[in-house]
């Protein structure tokens, strides 16, 4: 069966096309909008590449494994049949995989929250060649993604290798994703698309008029979701902030660590992070992190080092049972004082710092939660004065973990202004 490729991917992707075939890049970083057609694009560039290449495998994944099955497996199955080529391959599900009939290479599929889901492939032949990584915004950093990648691509070099990153750009700009994909690189292609460039007819008229009324009653919104720009919210809490690696060297002369822990409630995560506060110069660093959804009080204690044990812990007083059984096993540990307006206040004071840096790959949730919280509108388009009790766990652990240094800076700017008041009224007199 003979395919026009012109048929398979969308205009936009022409110039890619010409550009994988003569092998000229390590790093395709493809963003973009919804119905853009990029998973697609990806897809049929690696079984091009499987077919053309009788040493080529790959690995395609995910931050999580659940979310492959319907997603980037099926996307395979849906374009070996545009290509015509469906029957030469073998569509597994369990261990999820595809395997190319004439010589048995093989497409594997891996959640990649696991390091241990890595270093279980077995290809049987060949070298890996493709790694995708589909929705790589979900992951904590880029050196999250160099990690999975030094374990994959390790061992002989037989031929080129191309590790393909697929992504709607999340709205902020400070998101890590956004930030890489504007650091130039050589090797490196940065690829942007959108459904405007797409055959009308690949999408349908509902499509096309569903982003049509967006465009009318929400703009912005639809630059994000439709155009995949980065349009910002400008409610973002934390301006703030610095992602970025923190060298063991860092780590060795930090000598003002706090640690604070959030409890985790049913479906919500437990939350502890490892700080240092730089008091002179007000910066605070995040370098450890243990974290985690349905992670009880002993399952977390069980993870945690001497050092964690040892060092005073502030935790969340609304659990006063697990900061108690906690101390039973032999943590150091304390409830947080709260109090009318504790919250503004230490919200206040975290904004007012002059820096947060934090290590994606080592505090992946404060990575997160960091970048992303801020203030929300009501129904009428008003921003809520209050700040939003949701996506706020490391936050609120870092409030615990600071509460003696905003009661010192507290008591000390109440000082400061008591006596230059009485200083006023000394001249006066």
Known sequence: ?????????????????HEIKQELWNEIWEKGGRGSTKSTSISIEILLGIINDPEANAVVGRRYQNELRETVYGQFEWSAIKLGAHDLFKFQKTPMQIIYRPTGQKMVFKGFDNP??????????????????????????????????????????????????????????????????????????????????????????????????????????????????????GLEVFTNVELRTITEEEIAIFDKIRQGLDFGYAVDPLCFDRMNYDSTRRQLYFFDEISGINLFNRQFFAKTQPHHRSSLTIGDSAEPKSIAELKDMGMNIKGAKKGPGSVEFGMKFLQDLELIVIAPSRCPRAAKEFVNYALERDRNGEIKSQFPDKDNHSIDEARYALEDDMIFNKQTATSTVTASRESMEDQFN
Request: aromatic share 12%.
């Open 1 to 17: 069966m003979n395919v026009n490729l012109t048929d398979l991917i969308a205009p936009s992707f022409y110039e890619l096309h």
């Open 116 to 233: 241990n889901k890595v270093k279980s492939i077995n290809l049987g032949r060949g070298y890996i060649k493709y790694v995708w990584f589909e929705e790589v915004s979900q992951f904590a950093g880029i050196e999250e993604i160099r990690n999975i990648e030094q374990s994959l691509f390790r061992g002989e070099e037989i031929g080129k290798r191309t590790s393909f990153y697929s992504y709607n750009p999340p709205k902020s700009g400070r998101s890590w994703v956004n930030q890489e994909s504007r650091v130039k690189k050589p090797g490196r292609r940065v690829h942007h698309s959108d459904y405007r460039s797409v055959p009308k007819e690949w999408l349908g008229e509902r499509f096309i008029a569903e982003a049509a009324h967006l465009e009318k009653v929400n703009p912005t919104a639809y630059k994000h979701e439709y155009l995949g720009l980065e349009v910002g919210t």
